[in-house]
């Protein structure tokens, strides 16, 4: 092809991949995704403070933080040089990110295949609807970008370079640096290259150690959902959905493939191996985040599907429209779930609007996404559930399966009490009611559209100075 | 050149269809998915005498076409069909002695859907 029309198309992959990306951020006035409000609560406190807290940022969380510090510090250097706030500089810090891996893409396959590979892994990589749903909360976004140059580092065989980058983005988020680090190590050791898989490991260990060796006390204190994680049994209806579809996806162009090929490919082949195996870890736990998986597992996708699509005469381009239209597919049931959504339904931002009437003195205990989007919107405070309290003995993890807000109403009583707590906002309809509504508990409010859970708050009745549980006194 | 190299008018089709689905997908996502309803309990308390009526209101807000069901702990009481007011007021008496829990659902018509709120008394 001719450059200009590589250009061309380039430019229109591109703009309409931050368009996708863009436009969902920018429909809402508010960050969107839940976990956002965590980093946004971290970096507003790095950049007030200029010191990384010590404490999760939340009242009577009590857990010691041990986020890596590069992305709370991106945020609030962001919002130091564009003189915006924390929370609308992480409205679109990591769609953009996003949007510049396209370039990335295209950059990274160039060097390895020619223009039309790089063009099609680039589109592939600019309108999966996965990657794009993945592109508004964790900066595993930024580890998938400088995954691209760490990856290139490995087939240069500049092997140093190759590990620093992945120390780095182990500073960004653990998660992402460990499942990337995994193929370009195994790599390694299936060529017997041991002095080079030594060599890209060891500035990883080394930024690892450094990061927690003077945190290691505060490695006591463990989530409260760490435990449950272990016991759980599967994660949530639209993975389970989703695997069906990943493992053909990957299947397919496995299939397309002529042979294991150059290096290159069969990275990417191992990659994709790897990934897929640990998603589907969640048939037995949803400790290794089966959510965060989907855009990992097809980053690695996209750069075996273009090679084997490259490679294909016009008529066998019938598999790249089959999945493109699995993936519209799954954009629009997905959507059901999580997709584009903000963070809260409108019911939840009801009952936000309804807790900031309240009187100040009245703190209510909330879940994560509800307490952080009522801390950060209504300048109130408010208590989180038990997830995020420290497991005072880690090896009793099992033990712990009843302490969750699944668990029972008299654990729930006995963390009522603890915190004197006096009212409750929650969301989930009869799921979450059915917990509260054995307690002595009004309920004064509740918001929902057609068909959806409610979100309530419920006032606590205390009788004779405990809580008392409805039809027990008489 | 290869030919297999060459971006050719297929696969513009191909590109091009794919982007307006997806547009299309999206502009559906963030369309409106029907009203928003708000159920406040405004007035009730907490003890009363058994020789008192009881006196409670709703502030129900985002839809005109409900009915509200009462109960008394689980029986209920009586239904009262929307009449297009936002506050309603509701009163009854001769309730026995003990702790009940009174709780209002309001029942939407169009989307056969229901929601509660509800309160516990303490009759003496």
């Given at each position: 092809m001719k450059i200009n029309k590589v250009l061309a198309l380039l430019i229109i992959i591109f703009a309409v991949g931050t368009l996708l990306r863009l436009y969902p951020a920018a429909l809402s006035d508010k960050p969107l995704r839940f976990d956002t409000y965590y980093h946004v609560r971290v970096a507003e406190i790095m950049k007030e403070t200029g010191a990384i807290p010590v404490s999760d940022p939340w009242p009577f969380g009590g857990r010691p933080h041990i986020y890596p510090p590069l992305y709370h510090i991106s945020l609030a250097a962001a919002s130091i040089a564009s003189g915006a706030?924390?929370?609308?500089?992480?409205?679109?810090?990591?769609?953009?990110?996003?949007?510049?891996t396209i370039l990335g893409v295209f950059w990274f396959v160039r060097n390895f295949r020619n223009e039309r590979t790089a063009l099609i892994a680039s589109f592939l990589f600019a309108f999966n609807p996965f990657l794009i749903s993945s592109s508004y909360e964790s900066p595993q976004v930024i580890g998938l970008l400088l995954s691209l140059f760490a990856v290139y580092f490995l087939m240069r065989k500049r092997y140093l370079?190759?590990?620093?980058?992945?120390?780095v983005i182990y500073l960004f988020n653990v998660f992402i640096a460990l499942i990337i680090a995994a193929p370009v190590i195994l790599l390694l050791l299936f060529e017997r290259r041991l002095k080079q898989a030594a060599i890209t490991a060891a500035p990883l260990a080394l930024f690892i150690a450094l990061?927690?060796?003077?945190?290691?006390?505060?490695?006591?204190?463990?989530?409260?959902?760490?435990?449950?994680?272990?016991?759980?049994?599967?994660?949530?209806?639209?993975?389970?959905?989703?695997?069906?579809?990943?493992?053909?996806?990957?299947?397919?162009?496995?299939?397309?493939?002529?042979?294991?090929?150059?290096?290159?490919?069969?990275?990417?082949?191992?990659?994709?191996?790897?990934?897929?195996?640990?998603?589907?870890?969640?048939?037995?736990?949803?400790?290794?985040?089966?959510?965060?998986?989907?855009?990992?597992?097809?980053?690695?996708?996209?750069?075996?599907?273009?090679?084997?699509?490259?490679?294909?005469?016009?008529?066998?381009?019938?598999?790249?429209?089959?999945?493109?239209?699995?993936?519209?597919?799954?954009?629009s049931v997905m959507y059901h779930s999580w997709l584009f959504d903000r963070p809260l339904t409108q019911n939840e931002y009801a009952l936000i609007d309804y807790t900031a009437t309240l009187p100040p003195n009245i703190v209510p205990l909330a879940t994560h996404d509800l307490c952080a989007n009522i801390m950060t919107l209504t300048n109130r405070s408010c208590l989180l559930d038990i997830n995020f309290e420290c497991i005072p003995n880690p090896d009793l993890w099992y033990d712990y399966e009843t302490v969750l807000w699944s668990g029972n109403s008299e654990e729930i009583r006995i963390l009522l009490e603890k915190h004197s707590v006096r009212a409750l906002a929650l969301s989930g309809g009869d799921a979450v009611q059915r917990l509260v509504t054995p307690l002595d508990v009004d309920k004064?409010?509740?918001?929902?559209?057609?068909?959806?859970?409610?979100?309530?708050?419920?006032?606590?009745?205390?009788?004779q100075g405990a809580l008392s549980y409805y039809g027990r006194l008489a | 050149?290869?030919?297999?190299?060459?971006?050719?008018?297929?696969?513009?089709?191909?590109?091009?269809?794919?982007?307006?689905?997806?547009?299309?997908?999206?502009?559906?996502?963030?369309?409106?998915?029907?009203?928003?309803?708000?159920?406040?309990?405004?007035?009730y308390p907490t003890t009363m005498s058994h020789d008192q009526p009881l006196n409670f209101s709703l502030n129900i807000t985002g839809q005109s076409h409900y009915s509200i069901d009462i109960f008394e702990d689980n029986e209920k009481l009586f239904t009262v069909l929307s009449n297009g007011s936002t506050i309603l007021h509701f009163g009854f008496s001769n309730i026995t002695k003990g702790l009940h829990r009174f709780t209002a659902q309001v029942n939407d018509l169009v989307a056969h859907d229901y929601h509660s709120v509800f309160f516990t008394v303490d009759v003496v």
């Amino acid at each position: 092809m001719k450059i200009n029309k590589v250009l061309a198309l380039l430019i229109i992959i591109f703009a309409v991949g931050t368009l996708l990306r863009l436009y969902p951020a920018a429909l809402s006035d508010k960050p969107l995704r839940f976990d956002t409000y965590y980093h946004v609560r971290v970096a507003e406190i790095m950049k007030e403070t200029g010191a990384i807290p010590v404490s999760d940022p939340w009242p009577f969380g009590g857990r010691p933080h041990i986020y890596p510090p590069l992305y709370h510090i991106s945020l609030a250097a962001a919002s130091i040089a564009s003189g915006a706030s924390v929370l609308d500089v992480s409205r679109f810090f990591l769609p953009i990110i996003s949007s510049i891996t396209i370039l990335g893409v295209f950059w990274f396959v160039r060097n390895f295949r020619n223009e039309r590979t790089a063009l099609i892994a680039s589109f592939l990589f600019a309108f999966n609807p996965f990657l794009i749903s993945s592109s508004y909360e964790s900066p595993q976004v930024i580890g998938l970008l400088l995954s691209l140059f760490a990856v290139y580092f490995l087939m240069r065989k500049r092997y140093l370079y190759c590990g620093l980058l992945l120390g780095v983005i182990y500073l960004f988020n653990v998660f992402i640096a460990l499942i990337i680090a995994a193929p370009v190590i195994l790599l390694l050791l299936f060529e017997r290259r041991l002095k080079q898989a030594a060599i890209t490991a060891a500035p990883l260990a080394l930024f690892i150690a450094l990061w927690y060796l003077p945190r290691l006390d505060a490695l006591y204190c463990l989530n409260n959902w760490i435990g449950p994680l272990f016991i759980a049994k599967g994660a949530g209806m639209w993975v389970m959905f989703s695997t069906p579809a990943f493992v053909a996806l990957a299947l397919i162009s496995v299939t397309l493939l002529d042979s294991i090929g150059d290096r290159y490919r069969r990275f990417w082949l191992l990659g994709t191996t790897v990934f897929m195996l640990i998603f589907l870890t969640h048939f037995f736990t949803p400790v290794l985040h089966p959510w965060r998986l989907d855009s990992i597992l097809m980053f690695s996708f996209i750069f075996v599907f273009a090679d084997a699509v490259a490679d294909m005469k016009r008529k066998k381009q019938f598999f790249f429209c089959v999945y493109v239209l699995a993936s519209l597919f799954t954009l629009s049931v997905m959507y059901h779930s999580w997709l584009f959504d903000r963070p809260l339904t409108q019911n939840e931002y009801a009952l936000i609007d309804y807790t900031a009437t309240l009187p100040p003195n009245i703190v209510p205990l909330a879940t994560h996404d509800l307490c952080a989007n009522i801390m950060t919107l209504t300048n109130r405070s408010c208590l989180l559930d038990i997830n995020f309290e420290c497991i005072p003995n880690p090896d009793l993890w099992y033990d712990y399966e009843t302490v969750l807000w699944s668990g029972n109403s008299e654990e729930i009583r006995i963390l009522l009490e603890k915190h004197s707590v006096r009212a409750l906002a929650l969301s989930g309809g009869d799921a979450v009611q059915r917990l509260v509504t054995p307690l002595d508990v009004d309920k004064r409010f509740a918001a929902w559209l057609p068909n959806t859970p409610d979100a309530s708050y419920y006032e606590i009745n205390i009788r004779q100075g405990a809580l008392s549980y409805y039809g027990r006194l008489a | 050149m290869k030919k297999r190299d060459r971006l050719d008018f297929f696969d513009v089709i191909v590109l091009l269809s794919c982007l307006a689905g997806i547009v299309i997908a999206l502009t559906l996502t963030v369309m409106p998915h029907g009203p928003l309803t708000q159920v406040t309990l405004l007035d009730y308390p907490t003890t009363m005498s058994h020789d008192q009526p009881l006196n409670f209101s709703l502030n129900i807000t985002g839809q005109s076409h409900y009915s509200i069901d009462i109960f008394e702990d689980n029986e209920k009481l009586f239904t009262v069909l929307s009449n297009g007011s936002t506050i309603l007021h509701f009163g009854f008496s001769n309730i026995t002695k003990g702790l009940h829990r009174f709780t209002a659902q309001v029942n939407d018509l169009v989307a056969h859907d229901y929601h509660s709120v509800f309160f516990t008394v303490d009759v003496v």
